[in-house]
């Protein structure tokens, strides 16, 4: 596909899929297998059930804060598996699903939630950087990755990942601008789901799409329905395409819907209906690509139970090697920073260091 | 534009032009100390813009600054008392160059940091909106500054509550030493614009009729309430960055072409064409202006330096003593 020939002011995305799971293009060729696209949709609902159990284990007060990525599984997961070995990637926060199929694993991913910082260390992973709280601020992280790729003269390309609300930061704006001075090979990816904690995107911006925000930096910019496995497998690959051939960076605006809380600590109910939730039901991306598996007769839903149960058990595997993990110490706290820790941090792991010894002293009330 | 108004771009113009190359000749001297940032070559894009506003418009401006205090009705005596750093000076001398404030003239200040006005002229904005006043914002502000991510998050922001507020970035084709094409991805900033939905116009910032017919279309919108407006004023400054910048970036050859593109000799021009002015006239217009600045010179000369036991006046907001 000709990602620069699309207008990012064109406020209906790129889709394939209905809602029901039909095609909706008049000539539409199949570009992915079969067998890839029931090996993809096999991967939205593991990540899924990742999803649902990492809530429950929160609840169960075995986990910190997590970030639910109900409802934006398609988009996730085909960013991870458009990604070459050699490819980088710079997350954000709800996209776990690709960072699952850069490889990086469950266990790891288990004790970055309990408060492991060495576990985003990734090693099962190749080229994937840290999860990125500070909001935009992977941005020039990413513009800089990708300025080293094109230093080095490689052929790799960098995908990054960025909300809605994440789009109005000053860093969106700096690091995009030198992405497109020096043509790097970067993929932008706007997870639209509508809502920056609580505030919904039509007060993020004044902006018809977010893809026009690549007007600014006179890149390609495009539109595409996020819950539309196909059609967000198609942008992307055109976008690394165009990338890779040395054309410089692309943004992608991917719709979606957070259909579950910000976080295990928010409530959605306190800033949008019900209504407005239950209307993105039916764009649901796993039952919209399990719909058109079965219009194909190449996915039979009832396998789906067992295959479920399985995944179950391997992710609650996982999760309990990850509690097994000792816990952290305090040079943990203070490890990933610096390679040499400044006077002032060294005075305050002290300090801390002190107040840990002295407490362990008391006797227990 | 009127005759009247014509008249009062014109002498604007000289003013500033007149001010800078005099404070250029006094830190030539030594006698002025700091650094000054000239806008020779751009008067045009604030004298047209001071000439549209009324006091009770707010700016917000730039290290390249004078010029947008003068348009905006900075006496020049008092400008260049603070640019020496004297008592008398807008801010009593503590300023300097890159920080006349101006606040009666609705001149809120210079900043020296990079697109540092920018989000304050949107905090002013936003208190006329929600005051009700028919008043509007101008942010002054460099190509490189476009380049901020302070620009981004203002113009977003203004163009979601429809503030009252016109953007003017002057294109100068430089920030500092870097040509505007090495570090900009598009060619022109104004289109900037569309990521925010708001109107983005460039404009021949030495053309002072151009400028007119951008500037009041963009403060009819903000008084209809329909919000912001980017205007790129593409100009060129004619002197270093900074006094004593070796200019090795760019070529003798282009200065001297924007030279032949001076706002102050084309407005000259269309006049005498128009017999707006006379040559005499004009003569006796540069002589007047040269006066005023004079007597700006002598005013800054023998104005007292601050008191060094007030130096720490000022700084933080005490109360109503
Ligand atoms: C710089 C910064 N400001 C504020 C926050 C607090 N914060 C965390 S998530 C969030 C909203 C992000 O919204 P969006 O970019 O749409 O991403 P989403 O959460 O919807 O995936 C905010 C404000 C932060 N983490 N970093
Ligand atoms: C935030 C910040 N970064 C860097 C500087 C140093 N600096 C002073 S002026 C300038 C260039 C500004 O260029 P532009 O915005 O085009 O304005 P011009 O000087 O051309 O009027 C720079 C980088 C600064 N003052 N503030
Ligand atoms: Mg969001
Ligand atoms: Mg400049």
Redesign the interface.
Known sequence: MDIAAYDP?NETPYQILDAQGKVILDHWEQSLSDSELIEAFKNMLFVRQFDTMAISYQRQGRMYTYPPNLGQEALSVASGSVLQKTDWMVPSVREMGAWYMKGVSLKELFLYYRGHEIAQRFEQANRIMPITVPIASQIPHAAGVGYGIKFHGEKAVVLTFIGDGGT???????A??????WKVPLITVIQNNHYAISLPVH??????TLA????????PGIRVDGNDYIAMHEVLSGSIDYARQGNGPVLIEALTYRRGAHTTSDDPKKYRTQEEEQEWEPKDPVNRLRSFLVHKNIWNPDEEAELIEGYRKEIDTQFLEAEQYPPHSLDDVFAYMFSELPPELEAQKQEYQDYLNATAQEPQK | MDKQTILQVYETMLTIRKFEEKALHLFEENKLRGSVHLSIGQEAVAAVVGAYLRDKDYITSTHRGHGHAIAKGARPDKAMAELMGRETGYCGGRGGSMHIADVEKGNLGANAIVGGGIPHANGAALSAQLRGTDQVAVSFFGDGAANEGIFHETLNIASIWKLPVIFICENNQYGMTTAVDSVTSVKDIAVRAAGYDMPGEVVDGNDVFAMEKAVKKAIKRAQDGEGPTLIEAKTYRWKGHWTGDPEVYRTRDEVEEWKTKCPIKRLEKHMQDKKILSLEQIEATHTKIDKLIDEAEEFALSSPDPDPATVLDNVYYEGDK
């Open positions: 002011l109005s930061e000053g860093d969106f704006h700096e995009l601008n030198f992405a497109a001075v007060k993020q911006t004044a902006s018809k026009a925000k690549s007007l600014s930096y006179g890149m």
